[in-house]
């Protein structure tokens, strides 16, 4: 047998290191981002020819108020510059999410409104 290969509890403390040495603004917009890269190809928005065939209101919805909430809770901590970033992001796909809707949801009712407030 040999000792050359890491053992799985090598991996869990590597690992362990390697998430303690990310600062939690870090942490934060990285999970931000990948919040807004899903809602935008659900609203879609993706860069490919098959864009309109990821379309799914349902899902960017569902995307959009986990955004709103983690945008809406983290901002006072991640600073000015990160928040006002995140907010314009999520505005964008806000906007977004009502223009691909054939029935667009009241001012104020659309995804990650009563976070935010309303975008029109």
Known sequence: MSTDSPRPADDVA???RDIADVNAVEVITTAAVHLMSA???????AEDADAQEHLDLDEARKLINALAALVTASA????????????????SLQLAFREASVYPDAPG??????????VV
């Not at 809602?39 to 928005?45: E, I, R, S």
């Not at 006072?76 to 505005?91: E, F, K, M, Y």
Request: with cysteine; charged share 25%.
């Open 14 to 16: 590597q690992a362990t």
């Open 39 to 45: 809602a935008a190809v659900k609203c879609g928005l």
């Open 76 to 91: 006072p901590d991640v600073g000015n510059q990160h928040a006002r970033s995140l907010r314009d992001g999520l505005r």
């Open 109 to 118: 009712e659309g995804p990650g409104e009563k976070f935010t407030g309303s």
